[in-house]
């Protein structure tokens, strides 16, 4: 019984182990073992009919458990964001270094965090909206895999099946990379670790400055048109707001559009966004023309990492005097090709500049 994370395309090593710990840190072994013994010390060896009020025991039991491990799990998410930032830092260090993250040894609370590594108040600030909404969606997985532990069982009553099949489906569910539950899991650890890596990152870099966008190269079309090869401006989180009620004439309502095209921030995600331009009028309805209408703006996706749920693209800094992008999206040093480089910067950098100086956002220090 292995446990591993799906998808091999890693663009650090630190990501790589990140993902495999938090994921071992479930322990699905010893959650299988303990819910085997559960069952066999409730119900005996002969599945029969399992009662509403035996479902949700089964139900309480597999909620104690993962809850039981959320606090291993904020552990890894304040140190994916640690490496995020070691990782920001040493690229504008005078002396690089090339020794990797002791990933074992960093802080795993969020105060340690703050005291051990002088946080600033932004970006203890940046570190608890991360570990927050991570536990937000490791709520969630816990969530679903209670109601899908309860929809094996059910399905296994259902079908008259003996105790050694309903053990082997349940083994399925946590081992199999395919089923269900070990997909689930195998998702939140991808996009919680790389999200907290790019905040920690993103957090190092003050406003008005640069990063361009790196993909895999086994990146989805949304993110290959959204971040790989492109240019953001880093802003103040504080400069973004929801924008669904503004109206759309307005100079805010203008301003915000252009914000979340062109820049990106702690704490920007898509949720509640779609990769879709059309949706539904009906939910429940088809997909017939009739019944789909275009999104609004605040309802499709806008560059920001994890762009989705199992993104593994990260952010660059860019210094737009010293580098810029090539025609395939690659970044360049300005000495290379002066000419390259100016050609870009008249084209690229100078109305992008401009733009936030119309928005009251002035470019940092290049
Ligand atoms: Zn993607
Ligand atoms: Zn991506």
Redesign the pocket.
């Given at each position: 019984m292995k446990q591993r994370t799906a998808g091999d395309s890693h663009h650090l090593y630190e990501l790589q182990q990140l993902e495999r710990l938090i994921f071992s840190a479930w322990d699905f072994e010893g959650f299988y073992k303990n819910l085997l013994d559960f069952l066999d010390s409730q119900f005996g060896d002969e599945p029969k009919t399992f009662t509403v009020e035996d479902l949700r025991r089964i139900d309480q039991f597999t909620r104690k458990y993962f809850e039981g491990k959320l606090p291993e799990n904020e552990l890894w998410i304040v140190r994916a964001f640690l490496v995020g930032k070691l990782i920001s830092e040493r690229e504008i260090s005078p002396l690089p270094s090339f020794q990797r993250v002791k990933i074992e040894e960093l802080p795993a609370r969020v105060r340690d965090a703050a005291r051990n590594f002088h946080l600033s108040p932004a970006e203890t600030k940046a570190l608890e909206w991360t570990v927050n909404s991570g536990a937000l969606r490791l709520t969630t997985a816990t969530g679903e895999t209670i109601s899908r532990v309860q929809n094996v069982i059910f399905e296994s009553v259902k079908n008259r099946e003996t105790t050694r099949e309903l053990r082997r489906k349940l083994e399925d569910e946590f081992f199999d990379t395919q089923a269900e539950i070990n997909r689930n899991w195998n998702r939140v650890a991808i996009t919680e670790i790389n999200s907290a890596f790019n905040m920690g990152y993103l957090a190092q870099i003050s406003s008005g400055n640069f990063v361009l966008g790196f993909s895999m190269a086994d990146?989805?079309d949304?993110?290959k048109a959204l971040i790989d090869g492109k240019v953001y401006a880093v802003i103040n989180p504080d400069e973004a707001q929801s924008y669904d009620s503004l109206a759309k004439d307005s100079e805010e309502y203008k301003r915000q559009v252009w914000l979340h095209e062109n820049a990106v921030w702690v704490g920007k995600d898509n949720v509640g966004r779609s990769g879709s331009t059309r949706k539904k009028i009906d939910k429940t309805g088809g997909t017939s023309p009739e019944n789909l209408t275009d999104r609004q703006h605040h309802e499709i996706f806008m560059p920001a990492i994890p762009?989705?749920p199992h993104?593994r693209c990260r952010w660059i800094r860019l210094h737009p005097t010293e580098q810029y992008v090539d025609s395939k999206g690659e970044l360049q040093m300005r000495v290379t090709n002066e000419q390259e480089w100016q050609h870009w910067f008249n084209k690229r950098m100078i109305p992008f500049l401009d733009k936030l100086n119309v928005y009251g956002l002035s470019a940092g220090r290049m």
């Amino acid at each position: 019984m292995k446990q591993r994370t799906a998808g091999d395309s890693h663009h650090l090593y630190e990501l790589q182990q990140l993902e495999r710990l938090i994921f071992s840190a479930w322990d699905f072994e010893g959650f299988y073992k303990n819910l085997l013994d559960f069952l066999d010390s409730q119900f005996g060896d002969e599945p029969k009919t399992f009662t509403v009020e035996d479902l949700r025991r089964i139900d309480q039991f597999t909620r104690k458990y993962f809850e039981g491990k959320l606090p291993e799990n904020e552990l890894w998410i304040v140190r994916a964001f640690l490496v995020g930032k070691l990782i920001s830092e040493r690229e504008i260090s005078p002396l690089p270094s090339f020794q990797r993250v002791k990933i074992e040894e960093l802080p795993a609370r969020v105060r340690d965090a703050a005291r051990n590594f002088h946080l600033s108040p932004a970006e203890t600030k940046a570190l608890e909206w991360t570990v927050n909404s991570g536990a937000l969606r490791l709520t969630t997985a816990t969530g679903e895999t209670i109601s899908r532990v309860q929809n094996v069982i059910f399905e296994s009553v259902k079908n008259r099946e003996t105790t050694r099949e309903l053990r082997r489906k349940l083994e399925d569910e946590f081992f199999d990379t395919q089923a269900e539950i070990n997909r689930n899991w195998n998702r939140v650890a991808i996009t919680e670790i790389n999200s907290a890596f790019n905040m920690g990152y993103l957090a190092q870099i003050s406003s008005g400055n640069f990063v361009l966008g790196f993909s895999m190269a086994d990146a989805c079309d949304h993110c290959k048109a959204l971040i790989d090869g492109k240019v953001y401006a880093v802003i103040n989180p504080d400069e973004a707001q929801s924008y669904d009620s503004l109206a759309k004439d307005s100079e805010e309502y203008k301003r915000q559009v252009w914000l979340h095209e062109n820049a990106v921030w702690v704490g920007k995600d898509n949720v509640g966004r779609s990769g879709s331009t059309r949706k539904k009028i009906d939910k429940t309805g088809g997909t017939s023309p009739e019944n789909l209408t275009d999104r609004q703006h605040h309802e499709i996706f806008m560059p920001a990492i994890p762009m989705h749920p199992h993104c593994r693209c990260r952010w660059i800094r860019l210094h737009p005097t010293e580098q810029y992008v090539d025609s395939k999206g690659e970044l360049q040093m300005r000495v290379t090709n002066e000419q390259e480089w100016q050609h870009w910067f008249n084209k690229r950098m100078i109305p992008f500049l401009d733009k936030l100086n119309v928005y009251g956002l002035s470019a940092g220090r290049m």
